[in-house]
């Protein structure tokens, strides 16, 4: 993707090389794999991670003190993160003029190992998450070499680009008010019901993924889209149950087959057109 030279957010907070020190929540082993699958691209960890963390952090903590020098690698990759957030304020700022509506400004948190949030203490299994207590994206990087080796997505920036879009999609759904009307009904269902309407706010998510790659096309290289739908290819439910257990429970799907993920990706960007993400209506 074509990003050098241009605006970087004032919005980032780089937190990456930090020491920890006590207990990490979820640092690891069986336990780590499981809640990163169980969260792979974030969602709505009010809803999802927190209540998780909360319980199994009891008596733990999590402190973070110097920062180490960055390598050049890293900071290089810092900038391109920076990048990618300004083009999702710029975006999505100019949708909500567009619509008569005013945009606040998410921010992000960009760690190593674990951080604390408004949701709750959080390891780098837990993946790239929103948290809307605070209205921040968060982010270890490092997940980015699990999505290419552990579950065979392509490399590539245009993948960091397509969660970040995701990750800021699940805060356009906290500024319209529709996960707290998600949450608001979920608390009266059952579970399968639930899950329903949790794939639906992931893939409304992956829809405003592709509405912002939409807004930025002319930026993209020939193989960005490529990316970004392989990165949904193997991040469904689909996709990461067969892989882990063998078999696949459509009833525990929280985000998405891989189907479901590309497709909804693919109407934002061919549509551009937020009205056009109704992923509620069409699972009924």
């Keep these: 993707m074509k990003w050098q030279g241009r605006r970087q957010s004032e919005n980032v907070e780089d937190r990456r090389g930090m020491s920890t020190g006590g207990k990490v929540v979820a ?18 960890t009010g809803q999802t991670l927190a209540p998780m963390l909360e319980q199994m952090n009891q008596g733990q903590t999590t402190t973070q003190t110097e920062q180490r020098e960055l390598t050049k690698e890293e900071k290089v990759v810092g900038e ?9 304020e710029d975006t999505w700022q100019k949708i909500f003029q567009e619509n008569n509506m005013k945009y606040r400004f998410p921010k992000m948190v960009m760690f ?7 949701c709750g203490s959080a390891s ?25 080796t552990r579950f065979g997505a392509k490399g590539g920036d245009f993948a960091i680009a397509y969660v970040i879009a995701h990750e800021v999609g699940h805060h356009i759904q906290t500024v319209l008010g529709t996960s707290n009307k998600v949450r608001q009904l979920q608390s ?6 639930a899950n329903k309407l949790s794939v639906a706010l992931e893939l409304q998510a992956d829809f405003y993924a592709g509405v912002w790659a939409k807004y930025n096309q002319e930026n993209l290289d020939a193989d960005d889209i490529d990316e970004a739908l392989s990165a949904a290819q193997a991040v469904g439910d689909d996709a990461i149950q067969e892989r882990m257990q063998g ?3 459509p009833e ?15 109407r934002g ?15 009924n």
């Design 247 to 249: 078999h696949v429970v």
């Design 252 to 266: 525990s799907f929280t985000h998405g087959t891989s189907e479901q993920r590309k497709y909804w990706f693919m």
């Design 80 to 88: 391109f993160v920076s990048t990618m957030f300004a083009d999702n």
């Design 124 to 148: 780098a299994a837990s993946g790239p998450f929103y948290c809307p207590g605070d209205e921040k994206v968060y982010m270890d990087l490092a997940f980015f070499n699990e999505l290419q």
């Design 269 to 283: 960007f061919k549509t551009g057109d937020i009205r056009q993400g109704d992923t509620f209506a069409e699972l």
């Design 188 to 193: 009266r269902m059952n579970q399968v019901e």
């Design 27 to 44: 640092g690891g082993g069986a336990l780590g794999i499981i809640i990163l699958l169980l969260n792979l691209f974030g969602g709505e």
């Design 112 to 118: 190593t190992d674990a951080v604390e949030t408004a």
